[in-house]
């Protein structure tokens, strides 16, 4: 890839953890699946995802 190309997914990535970070859900305490289940699901499969996307971020970044 180019290194416009680069600069591109790192900053598709970078809006991605904002976009997850500014979701609302994510500042309530964690939820309880037997109380709140649709909302433990989403904070749980962002949580992965943040920490996927954070992974990804610190891998483009220490190679460019």
Known sequence: MS???D???VQHVRDRIEEIED???MDYDDAN???NAPL???QCEQKGR???LRGV???LEDGA
């Open 50 to 52: 943040l920490a996927e």
């Open 3 to 5: 290194r416009d190309e």
């Open 7 to 9: 600069e591109l997914v």
């Open 33 to 35: 699946v037997r109380i």
């Open 57 to 59: 971020l610190e891998v």
């Open 23 to 25: 979701d609302p859900r």
């Open 40 to 42: 433990a699901l989403h």
